[in-house]
């Protein structure tokens, strides 16, 4: 199987072009939830008191994953080998892929779909930076999930030449005023982040037009086709059954366990012990 050149027309490239646009609707759906609670005019004040900041938060994290996912297939990296293809044979076609769905899609270098992927390891590796927190003697305390109405603290994970002293850590702060999302050293702007996701899908009608321009459509693999599954309608009935069960039995006692805590006013407190290491306790 041959590599490609960078820039010219690839396979499936309606396919690819679907995915992108499939992406970018997710990721603002996602942020338009977030963004209606304001309502119209903009309230901002409703940020001073979120009923429920886990649901904000889920919609924080499917806007960004849906980028991280679109990342990737715009500006590809990580490859690994694959079917008959080498690493470098990979690496070189999928890198192909990537340099012409920006060209199609007319996405910058510079853009913020590019950039996500500064927020990746941060948003998919939130244990390694509570293992930093923890690992920290000078960090004594942590926050997560927070939401702040007005301003944002720094932490020792954003700013470690700060004065010594017992230092807060914050894993990650939503700063709804200035549509910010932070994770420790790395912000991320949602709003220009929007407007990215907006221009990519004006963008997708011109960019099937050049495709059918360069090749014609038929003959290209698509995403869409269908295939009959057959499937035991008495099993699909039980697993159906089952699964509105136990949501019936955990909707009864509570979505969350019965200690419902807001997580803005969570603080865990990492203490030293006795023998040097570290221990925490919950300061709720």
């Known amino acids: 199987m041959t590599s490609l ?18 992406q970018a609707q997710i990721a603002l759906i996602h942020l ?26 889920a ?51 510079d ?7 500064d927020v990746r390891d941060p948003v998919e590796h939130i244990d390694e930076r509570l293992d930093q927190a923890v690992e920290d003697n000078d960090i004594y305390s942590t926050s ?20 010594s002293g017992p230092l807060h850590a914050n894993m990650r702060t939503f700063l709804p005023m200035s549509g910010e999302v932070v994770y420790g050293a790395v912000r991320f702007d949602l709003f220009r982040y929007e407007a990215a996701l907006l221009e990519l899908l004006r963008a997708v009608p011109a960019a099937r037009t050049t495709i059918d321009r360069d090749r014609p459509r038929s003959g ?4 869409g086709s269908s295939h ?15 699964l509105a069960n136990m949501r019936k039995a955990r909707s009864a006692q509570g979505l969350r366990e019965s200690r419902v805590v807001d ?18 306790n919950p300061d709720v």
């Open 32 to 57: 338009h939830r977030i963004w209606a609670r304001e309502g119209e005019p903009p309230d901002l004040e409703v940020w001073r008191n979120v009923h429920d900041p886990l649901e904000v938060w």
């Open 263 to 280: 997580p803005q006013s969570v603080v865990m407190v990492i203490t030293p012990s006795s023998d040097g290491a570290t221990g925490s």
């Open 111 to 117: 853009s913020v779909l590019l950039t996500i992927s």
């Open 59 to 109: 919609d924080l994290q499917g806007a960004l994953t849906a980028g991280i996912v679109l990342s990737r297939l715009l500006k590809p990296a990580g490859i690994r080998a694959r079917g008959d293809l080498n690493q470098k044979q990979a690496r070189a076609n999928s890198n192909a892929r990537g340099e012409r769905l920006r060209a199609l899609l007319d996405v910058r270098e």
């Open 220 to 223: 290209q693999r698509s995403i």
């Open 228 to 242: 009959p599954v057959m499937s035991d309608p008495a099993l699909i009935r039980e697993r159906r059954s089952g």
């Open 5 to 22: 050149n960078p820039g010219e027309s690839i396979k499936g490239e309606h396919s690819f072009v679907t995915v992108c646009a499939s």
């Open 144 to 163: 997560d999930l927070y939401i702040a109405d007005i301003v944002y603290q720094a932490d020792r994970l954003s700013e470690p030449t700060r004065a």
